[in-house]
């Protein structure tokens, strides 16, 4: 019974910084990635980032490279996504998912688990 909660979203302005978090809570063995994806209003479901288990392996959307940063910390149980230089087409539900494999999560394929979403706004 796993499950994820995502945190950390918030309104604010051009060239911002948030930082995400998605809590795990309950049996994780199963899973071997984290990813976290967005929906803007009107827009289908994007991938953002993946990371490994161990977080030896991570992946980026090529139109968030170079400005956010996926990590993890296991004592925690929590998956971090910090967002720097933001933009306004950043604004979207982001939300975490679990993966049974790391290449299926930057695939984009066999999401689990899904946490409830935070709002991330960027507007001036």
């Known amino acids: 019974q796993l499950q994820l909660v995502e945190s950390g979203g918030g309104l604010v302005q051009p060239g911002g910084s948030l930082r995400l978090s998605c809590a795990a809570s309950g049996f994780t063995l199963d899973y071997d990635a984290i990813g976290w994806f967005r929906q803007a209003p009107g827009k289908e479901r994007e991938g953002v980032s993946c990371?490994?288990?161990?977080?030896?392996?991570?992946n980026y959307a090529d139109s968030v490279k170079g400005r956010f940063t996926i990590s993890r910390d296991n004592a925690k149980n929590t998956v971090y996504l910090q967002m720097n230089s933001l933009k306004p087409e950043d604004t979207a539900v982001y939300y975490c998912?679990?993966?049974?494999?790391?290449?299926?999560?930057?695939?984009?394929?066999?999401?689990?688990?899904w946490g409830q979403g935070t709002q991330v706004t960027v507007s001036s």
């Open positions: 990371i490994s288990s161990s977080g030896g392996s991570t």
């Open positions: 998912a679990a993966h049974l494999s790391f290449r299926l999560c930057v695939e984009g394929r066999g999401g689990d688990h």
